[in-house]
């Protein structure tokens, strides 16, 4: 624990103007990130008597060991800077909002040649139009099942797209009229474009023209006794009119909103937001915070709106809608000026942030209120305790392996094989007793000799040696002003820095506590390869499965918790899911060398012109049926490889492979003297480029795959 008197910076350094401040920890890893109308005030107010500060910001002054700031022009400059280093850092201390589950959106990708409708999750992807979130899944399906009658847009995968393109007929839903099967050219890349356009305007709320567009062409057929086309059309207007009145009106004057609402204690807050576009509710998100910082309503409201709109890209936010006209919250941020001028900018039209007062958008704020309420009390049945056993966790297992502190970034390794082959391990980090994925690594074991240790406790010392020796590696070249020079004496100090900086090195910031799977010869194996490298300040233990014991180096007999001991069930966690994942990399990695063709054999013949071939002839089977000179015109294909492909699909050897390699020691047509060749024959054909990989396609097709594929 640090006194925060011993990294102050001295009087006077710190400039009374506005910017963007963060502290950062003895690793220099940044531990918190906030703004200021001017630094001066808001550093010294983090130097006062430490008995007078709020208990979240003692615990953080105590960890930090440095803290830097950047001066910018302007408050909403500070504010973007403060989103992004957020964003960058991952500071501990900041509140974040975590989505309590991933919504679905129901996405276009416009950018797509030939664009596609499908449910998405995750990350936004650039030129993909998102309509949404919704609360499940199938209500998306139900919904384009219902307006595919009226725009008929591809939703297929890109495997079942292609193979119908090679095969020259559509799937099933161009057979019921349910996509304009632009694979097989039935409609233009260009027309089916516009089309998804159409799409999209439906669904962003431009749902009158759609209907009385169809409504006016009805008529047209009707007058000109065409009424089959007449009553087609009439059905598809019905079509359009259930799928809108899904979405009743709750703003009667279209209003283009979203509206907040939180609810919350000391300790957690739960969010609920409404989209609502044209009047209807479009889509429902929520959050539930953890009160890591000690922030009011309206600062908690202020980090929200970064959070929720910072993420989205400028350009793309205007075009998806993502920053609506209104934004309606329970209470104003702190800088109300400074937020507005912000999402103004995103969006590039004027935004006003205000609070519902009265009418109908106070009463769904009340809606809104009570969704969140609902969110809260289920979020607490959920997780009970939650905050107290993680932290009791920590608290047992430092107790009962005498560190000096919790362990707060716990690490723990793995290693897979199926006897000896395919060797595989995993990293999987646990931080504050929850896990942090984004951290995870795998490790390929490649032994002395590149063909895998001998052992699990060789593979063990191989991954511990490599991960430090990054550490120790990435440590020192950080290059970060504020780190010193790279002494052993020279830790990290405060001051002005600049606002561009990289994104931290990966293996950059060191473990308080290593587990290993496995008894004393594991942990022997990772104790030696800490002391190789002379990383001294990582405490370390092994987890053995058979009475789950916990095993410290050097020691004779183990250390046993208790069943019921919370910091044994953490440690459980944590080893389970580094076997998890060990396991699922070394499935990966066995399924795929065990994939093998005939096609491997022909010498020059890679991955890549593997996929070609396949590519162009569309099954084995027309390859069989090639001839040389047919195989020959595949861009990348020589006349030697055609030959080599002919002789080893129909059984024969042509000359120049039997008689070897030329006089010169070139081998045949591209084929490596040394062995290149021989190394591509070791990869398996490229799944994306290779129609045998995919489940679907012709009977002809399946018959190929039976014939060259073996498991």
């Not at 393109?165 to 799937?171: E, F, H, K, L």
């Not at 709320?205 to 009424?227: N, P, V």
Request: overall charge negative.
């Amino acid at each position: 624990m640090a006194d925060p008197a011993t990294y102050r910076p001295a009087p006077g350094e710190i400039p009374d103007a506005p910017g963007v401040y963060r502290f950062r920890d003895e690793h220099g890893r940044v531990i918190y990130v906030g703004k200021a109308k001017s630094l001066r005030n808001r550093l010294n107010s983090y130097f006062q008597d430490i008995a007078h500060l709020h208990p979240r910001t003692q615990q953080m002054v105590t960890t930090a060991a440095s803290v830097q700031w950047t001066v910018v022009g302007t408050e909403v400059e500070a504010l973007a800077l403060e989103y992004s280093w957020i964003k960058e850092f991952d500071p501990r201390f900041n509140v974040k909002y975590r989505d309590d589950k991933s919504y679905p959106y129901l996405a276009v990708t416009m950018a797509d040649e030939v664009p596609r409708v499908q449910v998405m999750r995750g990350a936004k992807r650039p030129g993909t139009r998102y309509f949404g979130p919704y609360a499940h899944a199938w209500a998306i399906r139900e919904t384009v099942d219902l307006l595919l009658r009226v725009f008929p847009v591809r939703t297929c995968s890109a495997g079942v797209f292609k193979r119908a393109r090679q095969q020259g007929r559509p799937c099933l839903l161009g057979y019921i009229d349910k996509c304009s099967a632009p694979c097989v050219g039935r409609i233009s890349t260009e027309d089916h474009h516009q089309l998804a356009q159409d799409f999209c305007d439906f669904m962003a709320g431009d749902t009158a023209r759609f209907t009385r567009r169809l409504t006016q062409r009805m008529k047209e057929a009707a007058a000109e006794l065409d009424f089959e086309r007449a009553a087609r059309l009439r059905d598809d207007v019905a079509t359009l009119e259930k799928a809108t009145e899904r979405n009743a009106v709750v703003l009667s004057d279209g209003t283009d909103a979203d509206l907040f609402a939180m609810a919350g204690d000391e300790l957690e807050a739960a969010v609920q937001v409404f989209h609502v576009r044209d009047g209807r509710i479009r889509g429902q998100r929520g959050w539930v915070v953890e009160k890591v910082e000690d922030l009011d309503d309206a600062e908690l409201v202020e980090h929200l709106l970064q959070q929720v709109y910072g993420g989205e890209d400028a350009a793309d936010g205007a075009a998806t809608g993502a920053v609506p006209r209104e934004v309606l919250v329970p209470v104003l941020p702190t800088n109300l000026e400074q937020v507005q001028t912000w999402l103004t900018g995103l969006r590039g039209s004027r935004v006003q942030v205000r609070v519902a007062q009265r009418g109908d958008k106070a009463e769904l704020a009340r809606t809104v209120l009570r969704n969140a309420e609902h969110a809260l009390a289920l979020h607490r049945t959920r997780r009970a305790g939650d905050l107290t056993t993680r932290s009791q966790a920590l608290r047992e297992i430092q107790e009962a392996l005498d560190l000096p502190t919790a362990p707060l970034r716990i690490e723990c390794y793995d290693v897979s094989h199926n006897q000896g082959t395919y060797q595989s391990a995993s990293m999987v980090v646990f931080e504050d007793g929850l896990a942090r994925k984004s951290e995870y690594r795998l490790f390929s074991v490649r032994g002395p000799e590149g063909q895998g240790a001998r052992d699990d406790t060789a593979a063990m010392h191989e991954v511990i040696t490599r991960r430090f020796r990054r550490y120790l590696a990435e440590r020192s070249q950080l290059g970060d002003p504020d780190l010193g020079d790279g002494e052993e004496d020279d830790g990290p100090r405060s001051g002005e820095v600049d606002a561009t900086t990289g994104r931290p090195a990966r293996f950059a910031y060191p473990p308080n506590l290593v587990v290993v799977d496995g008894g004393p010869p594991q942990v022997a194996a990772a104790a030696a390869a800490l002391a190789e490298l002379g990383v001294d300040d990582v405490a370390l233990c092994g987890l053995a499965k058979r009475l789950e014991e916990v095993w410290v180096p050097g020691e004779e007999y183990p250390v046993i918790l208790q069943r019921s001991s919370e910091g044994l069930y953490l440690l459980q966690r944590v080893r389970d899911e580094a076997h998890r994942f060990a396991i699922s990399a070394h499935r990966k990695r066995r399924s795929k060398g065990m994939t093998a063709s005939v096609l491997d054999d022909v010498p020059g013949l890679g991955p890549a012109r593997k996929a070609a071939l396949l590519r162009h002839f569309g099954s084995v089977k027309r390859l069989r049926a090639a001839s040389a000179d047919e195989i020959a015109t595949v861009p990348g294909m020589g006349a030697r490889t055609a030959e080599a492909v002919v002789a080893a699909l129909g059984g024969g050897t042509p000359a120049h492979v039997a008689a070897g390699p030329a006089a010169d020691g070139t081998a045949a047509d591209g084929a490596a003297a040394d062995g290149t060749a021989a190394e591509d024959r070791q990869e398996p054909p490229d799944p994306a480029g290779d129609p045998t990989n995919s489940s679907g396609g012709s009977p002809e097709a399946r018959d190929d795959r039976a014939g060259i594929l073996n498991a």
